[in-house]
């Protein structure tokens, strides 16, 4: 699985977030909450759905599943007349991002990910960078289905040469 590399503009959404770990995973529900109010936001750009995840700087150095981070179930906006009621705005700032293909069902991103952080990124030329990780949720996705696709964008950063 080889990635493709994406300079990335800043970008600006409208969602929802929570703290959660791997260990108290409340993705279903930040989802199943902002699914059911998505529509009461405006100026969107198209129709893909993002999953964000903010982490502290160690967290993967420090690795324990129970460690929380902030997750978003949000939309890109080109525009912010209003916000809606307990909905929140989030700037993910330009940057370099490594792009996966991840092809299955949630029950296997886990091997994805697994793949990405233990062996493509240490051999990689590149570092983490402290910037939001998030997946795309665009028109080849189909939540649940063993076919459905998604992007996984990780934030990187050129190694520091010793």
Not at 52 to 75: C, G, I, M, T
Request: net charge negative; hydrophobic share 35%; charged share 20%.
């Amino acid at each position: 699985m080889t990635p493709r590399l994406e300079t990335l503009l800043a970008k600006t959404f409208i969602g929802l977030r929570m703290k959660m770990s791997l260990a108290n995973n409340q993705t279903f529900t930040l989802w199943n909450t902002f699914m059911k109010r998505q529509t009461e936001i405006k100026n969107c750009v198209g129709n893909n759905l993002f999953s964000l995840q903010s982490y502290e700087r160690h967290y993967f150095v420090d690795f324990n599943p129970s460690n929380e981070f902030e997750k978003w179930a949000a939309v890109e906006v080109n525009a912010i007349e209003s916000i809606p009621e307990n909905m929140e705005l989030l700037t993910v700032p330009a940057g370099n991002y490594a792009v996966f293909t991840h092809i299955g069902g949630a029950e296997t991103g886990s091997k994805t990910f697994q793949y990405i952080f233990q062996q493509w990124l240490p051999q990689s030329d590149y570092d983490l960078d402290n910037r939001p990780h998030f997946e795309i949720l665009g028109d080849k996705y189909k939540n649940g289905s063993p076919d459905s696709e998604e992007e996984i964008w990780i934030p990187i950063q050129p190694k520091l040469k010793n």
